[in-house]
């Protein structure tokens, strides 16, 4: 059912006002018409407009004088959209269109669409010979959409969830059709309105469906789903939310695990199908440049707090679209919260403070999680606000408090394979920026040269973070990278120039409870016939499990003095010695 409007082309004036009580209606200047207009242009069925679920649409008929909408002459046209205009030789036709109809009729289509599939699979179990059971049930599983077996499974445990996912899906597929229907132009609204606008369709679509929305779903709950999944990032926003929860890994669209105080666990929330987790993951790396499809199915992005995500797709993934997000604490830590955390103890905290202040070259070493972004961050604090630092990383993460900061970001290669700029480009050029520091997000590969060769160059007290379990794994790691640059260089003269560019190594390491501690601060002190030469400074020792599962030891000193300590003492700068000695 909708309204029809004719007015004469150069007049508001109303000719008539029309109603169709059917799916269809011709106009034109014959008698069995339901819109006649006059005019020997006119044909005697000019034109005709129609409606099914997907709205209200216009075909012309074949007309000489052609049908044109919005001044263009069309063949077929629609849906349309209240507002859309209608010319007809001299006549302005428009049509009132009825949203909450055309989602009425598409919910029932959708309804009628599943009987029909159910009363085929019955109509063929019915008539079937039992002595063709195994054709019957062929043709019974041929017409009944075979679910993945996940889904199945979730049924039979917990049917009120499968419902309400089975209500999730329709209520946004109505929801894309209505924000079609309007000719809504996303690109033009800002996040807040776009937000607005499709919060009000999602409760008209839920306001008409009315007591077939089962009692046991929440609407309001359906609808916050709803929104968050259309524009936003589906039942993750539910997770980032949570202050508690540090990392967010999407195995698949129906499996998401999170990790809390350093445990996985499998969360409750799920997304409707793999297509929605890709568009959440296209929503994250749309804004940075950066895209992810078949050719390129792999990128490293980050959200808009500085949370670092990576996401993978198939062919690459097996299950599904595979997101991982690192969540960065929306408050920046400070170096008290990593004592309250007993990841440090404050004598370690104040050393490391003394030696960034006094521009010792540092690297932060560490496994996966455990922590080095974290520490990275909380040690850049101690640079002087005074000092030009350039920070150099894949995707920008840190978070320096001081004014005068430059960040510089890598570029993945475009989609014919040009136009990278790696991070070892970034580092090279970072060298014309006239910086007091350069901050290096993580080292992983030949950019451990250039960095190496600023720290020898007058860049002191540059901070950067590398993979490695140990100390020594870490003189080892640097020396595997500078090969990685492509430079014929003997091992020597690696080691000799990693000696005499770095001054300090900070290990952290993630334990079994998951708790983060920094392990060893040890200073390197030179190179002997050919081996680069480490002393701890300040250890931790694990002493066993308590009751509960979580680790116990203490950090100690261990009574060597650094050597750039014993420097500053003696050019009369007052340090505190009394940090060496275990209590």
Not at 277 to 300: K, N, Q, T
Not at 442 to 451: K, N, P, T, W
Request: glycine share 8%; proline share 4%.
């Amino acid at each position: 059912m909708f309204d029809i409007i004719i007015r004469e082309d150069d007049s508001d004036e109303i000719l008539a006002e029309v109603r169709s009580k059917s799916d269809s209606c011709t106009i034109g200047k014959g008698r069995g018409n339901l819109v006649k207009l006059q005019g020997w242009r006119i044909g005697g069925v000019h034109a005709e407009l129609y409606q099914n679920e997907k709205g209200i649409f216009l075909d012309d008929k074949g007309s000489s004088m052609g049908t044109l909408v919005n001044s263009a002459r069309i063949q077929s046209y629609g849906p349309m959209r209240t507002g859309d205009v209608i010319s007809i030789d001299s006549y302005r036709i428009e049509v009132v269109v009825d949203d909450a109809e055309i989602i009425e009729r598409s919910l029932n289509a959708e309804v009628e669409e599943e009987k029909q599939v159910n009363n085929s699979v019955d109509h063929i179990e019915l008539v079937a010979d039992p002595l063709a059971e195994p054709v019957v049930q062929q043709a019974a599983e041929a017409a009944m959409p075979t679910p993945p077996p996940i889904i199945e499974e979730q049924v039979e445990l917990d049917p009120l969830r499968a419902e309400k996912q089975m209500w999730r899906g329709r209520i946004h597929g109505q929801l894309l059709k209505m924000m079609d229907l309007r000719r809504t132009n996303i690109e033009g609204m800002d996040e807040d309105s776009l937000r607005e606008q499709t919060h009000t369709i999602i409760h008209e679509i839920i306001a008409h469906i009315g007591e077939r929305l089962p009692m046991t779903i929440d609407k309001d709950e359906l609808a916050s789903e709803v929104l968050n999944e259309a524009i936003g990032l589906g039942p993750l926003e539910r997770l980032l939310a949570d202050e508690a929860i540090t990392e967010i890994m999407v195995n698949s669209y129906n499996e998401i695990y999170t990790e809390c105080s350093g445990k996985l666990t499998k969360s409750n929330v799920e997304f409707s199908n793999d297509a929605a987790v890709l568009s959440a993951i296209e929503r994250i790396v749309s804004p940075l440049g950066r895209r992810i499809d078949e050719s390129s199915p792999m990128v490293d992005a980050r959200l808009k707090d500085g949370s670092r995500v990576n996401a993978i797709i198939p062919p690459l993934a097996l299950k599904g679209p595979c997101l991982t997000i690192r969540k960065f604490s929306k408050n920046k830590l400070s170096d008290k919260d990593i004592i309250r955390f007993g990841a440090a103890e404050e004598r370690m905290m104040a050393f490391l403070q003394m030696a960034v202040y006094q521009r010792k070259n540092i690297v932060i070493s560490g496994g996966t999680g455990s922590g080095k972004t974290t520490l990275l961050n909380v040690m850049s604090d101690y640079i002087p606000p005074d000092e030009r630092i350039v920070t150099v990383e894949d995707a920008a993460e840190l978070k320096l408090s001081q004014p005068h900061v430059v960040s510089l970001e890598a570029r993945p290669p475009n989609m014919e394979g040009k136009g990278a700029i790696e991070i070892r480009d970034l580092v090279k050029n970072c060298l014309r920026m006239r910086p007091d520091r350069i901050v290096v997000g993580e080292c992983r590969g030949g950019e451990a040269l250039d960095m190496l060769q600023a720290m020898n160059t007058g860049h002191d007290g540059s901070l950067t973070t590398a993979h490695a379990n140990t100390p020594r794994d870490t003189l080892s790691r640097l020396e595997v990278m500078v090969m990685m640059a492509g430079m014929d260089l003997p091992a020597q003269a690696i080691r000799e120039q990693v000696a005499s560019a770095v001054d300090l190594i900070v290990q952290q390491s993630r334990f079994s409870d998951g708790s983060r501690k920094i392990t060893h601060i040890s200073e390197i002190t030179g190179t002997e016939s050919g081996v680069v030469q480490l002393q701890d400074i300040f250890l931790y020792k694990q002493t066993g499990m308590d009751e509960n599962g979580k680790v116990t030891g203490y950090f100690e000193a261990t009574g060597q003095i650094p050597e750039f300590y014993e420097e500053l003492a003696s050019r009369g700068i007052e340090v505190d010695m009394e940090i060496f000695k275990n209590k």
